[in-house]
Structures are given as structure tokens and as C-alpha cells.
């Protein structure tokens, strides 16, 4: 195999050079952190999930006629996706109270809000992601007022889609984050939805049992993660009711 040229290694995935101009191959790892990666784990099979995860996400948002940075899976973890310059935004859409609102504000986990509510962060491990306004965003050249437009407007129609579609299978979507890109082609720029949605980046609650099916399960000790993730992924179609996705990391075999 020839060995590809790691672009980037961040907590949850490895970026190597595409295979074409302008592309990137992105490889889901198996490592969980939160926390600012103050808390860390290996689970195995957790990469595997998250890829097949987003990409379904991905390839549905694409249908819906926006603009994302995922061409096509290369593999179970990996993806090729468009080499884009990433906004230093996480863009936070909530529908229901939980997390770091439910501290900041003192409402109760669970509450629903009355209307969803999007909050920006500055993407920044050193800083902790603080959070910041749109004034921050533009006074600093972060993203210009008309990218913000297009960020918002595609993330409440991702909001939309997304409640509706995880509702059908008796998932509630309590908040999610999201991550833009600029994507240049030829004299244009565009930007684009990029980075993964998967339940390492989503609230997922169960309708009926209220049951967390996302990385709440990790942050707060909970155990059963890639069971919940599994089944996120079940209730997707993605994988049967019965199918076991490979579980460990490819070891590298030695022959001496
Ligand atoms: P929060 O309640 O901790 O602010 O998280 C809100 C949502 O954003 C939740 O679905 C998890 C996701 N999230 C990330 O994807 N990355 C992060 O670094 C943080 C803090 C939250």
C-alpha cells in the first residue's frame, strides 16, 4: 500500500491527502474524548458506526439540494470528501434543553424550547470553544455577514430534516453541531456543510424510553455506547437487526 500524507490529526478522525486534486480522505477513529479531550477513550467500533452514520446523513442532505463536502465512502471508516477551509465556527442548533444550556440557563434537562435556538462557538481548543455572537464572527473576519446567511439558512433546513426524519424512527433530536466549509471551485466559492453527523455530535433521546443514544453515554459514564450507536444505526436501515459491524481496529500483522 503506499502511504498516504497525513494532512491532520484531530481528536476523532485523521485527514490524509485525497486521490485527486482538491480532495481529502477522512478515517473515523475509534477514539471518544470530551471535554476538551480532558476525558479519553479507545471504543472499539465507535469509527466504523460514525462513518456509515454520516455518510447516510450526508448522502440525504446532498439529495435535499445543499451544498456538503462528502463525495462517497472509500471504506467502512473512511470517506472522500471535498478539500474545503474550514470556518472556525461550531454551529449548535437545540430543540430541546440539555447540556451546557440546561447549566448555563438552570432548565431542566428535557424541557422543550419554544422555538430552536442556534448558538455559535469559536472554534478554538485553547480557548474551549467559546461561545460568541454573530458581531464576534464578522467584526473578526471569521465568516463574512453573507456566509452567515447561507450558514443559517441551510443549518435550520438540516434542523428541519433531521428532527423529522430521526422522529419517523422514534428518535427525538434534542441539539446537534454542525461545521461549514469554503469550498472554491474555479473563480467561485461556495460554502459548503462539512466535518460528520453522527451521535458524537448529536442529542439523540429516545421517544418512548427517554434512553440516550449518543455520546452523553461516554461523557457522563454511562456505558453501552456502540450499542446505542448500533442502534441509531438499525433504525436507520443501515444495518440489519442482526448484523454485527467489525468491532475491532485492523491489527498490523508482522511476518518475521
Ligand atoms: P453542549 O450542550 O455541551 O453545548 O453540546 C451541544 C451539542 O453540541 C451536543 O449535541 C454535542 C455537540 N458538541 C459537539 O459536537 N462538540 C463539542 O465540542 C461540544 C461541546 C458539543
Known amino acids: 500500500m503506499n502511504k498516504r500524507t497525513r494532512i491532520y490529526e484531530g481528536k476523532a478522525k485523521i485527514l490524509y491527502e485525497g486521490p485527486e486534486p482538491n480532495t481529502v ?11 476538551n479531550a480532558e476525558k479519553k477513550a479507545v471504543i472499539d467500533g465507535k469509527g466504523v458506526l460514525n ?22 465512502s472509500l471504506n467502512m471508516r473512511e470517506q472522500l470528501v471535498r478539500a474545503v477551509e474550514i470556518i472556525p465556527l461550531e454551529v449548535v442548533v437545540r430543540n430541546v434543553a440539555a447540556g451546557s444550556l440546561s447549566k448555563r440557563l438552570g432548565i431542566e434537562e428535557g424541557t422543550a424550547l419554544p422555538r430552536s435556538i442556534i448558538e455559535l462557538y469559536y ?4 480557548l ?29 433546513r438540516i434542523n428541519d430534516f433531521l428532527s423529522g426524519l430521526f422522529l419517523g424512527i422514534g428518535i427525538r433530536l434534542v ?21 460528520e453527523i453522527s451521535p458524537d455530535n448529536c442529542r439523540l433521546w429516545d421517544i418512548a424510553t427517554k434512553d440516550k443514544l449518543d455520546k452523553d453515554r461516554f ?25 454485527q459491524l467489525p468491532r475491532a481496529r485492523p491489527k498490523l500483522v508482522k511476518n518475521d
Open 123 to 126: 472554534k478554538n481548543d485553547k
Open 175 to 195: 441539539d446537534f453541531k454542525l461545521e461549514f466549509g469554503r469550498f472554491y471551485e474555479n473563480d467561485m466559492m461556495r460554502v459548503v456543510l462539512a466535518d
Open 25 to 35: 480522505v477522512v478515517h473515523f477513529k475509534d477514539d471518544a474524548t470530551a471535554f
Open 128 to 156: 474551549g470553544d467559546p461561545m460568541v455572537t454573530e458581531e464576534h464572527v464578522t467584526a473578526f473576519g471569521w465568516a463574512t455577514p453573507q456566509e452567515m446567511d447561507d450558514i443559517v439558512h441551510m443549518t435550520v
Open 51 to 72: 462513518q456509515r452514520i454520516s455518510e447516510f446523513l450526508f448522502n440525504k442532505i446532498n439529495d435535499m439540494g445543499l451544498p456538503t463536502h462528502f463525495i462517497r
Open 219 to 243: 461523557r457522563r459514564d454511562m456505558g453501552g455506547l456502540v450499542e446505542a450507536y448500533q442502534e441509531v444505526a438499525r433504525r436507520l436501515g443501515i444495518i440489519q437487526a442482526n448484523e
